[in-house]
Nanobody
């Protein structure tokens, strides 16, 4: 069974930074793709970023390009999301996800429990 456990959320002022972490355990491999989704109050979940297992390809939604960076440490089974220049519209619950590269940004199979990020103006 795959488990994803996020941490690092919190309250930050606009313009500030946070780094989210997600530790992966269970039947996984370094070839799995990892990513982040978010869900703001009253809105549907949306894709934020993903990183492949091989070659470390990355993908971002347009609204976070240039501000967020996804990375992974396979030795630590951890994926990170560095979030800089945060805006109030980034406020959401952030979920760590795992699946193949073709699915991780669309309909990932595995989800973490989420971590709250709140950005004050």
């Amino acid at each position: 069974q795959v488990q994803l456990v996020e941490s690092g959320g919190g309250l930050v002022q606009a313009g500030g930074s946070l780094r989210l972490s997600c530790v992966v355990s269970g039947r996984t491999s370094s070839s799995d793709a990892l990513g982040w989704f978010r869900q703001a109050p009253g809105k549907e979940r949306e894709f934020v970023a993903a990183i492949s297992g091989s070659w470390s390809r990355t993908s971002y939604t347009d609204s976070v390009k240039g501000r967020f960076t996804i990375s992974r440490d396979n030795a630590q089974n951890t994926v990170y999301l560095q979030m800089n220049n945060l805006r109030p519209e980034d406020t959401a619950i952030y979920y760590c996800v795992l699946d193949t590269w073709t699915r991780v940004g669309v309909t990932p199979k595995y989800w973490g429990q989420g971590t709250q990020v709140t950005v004050s103006s």
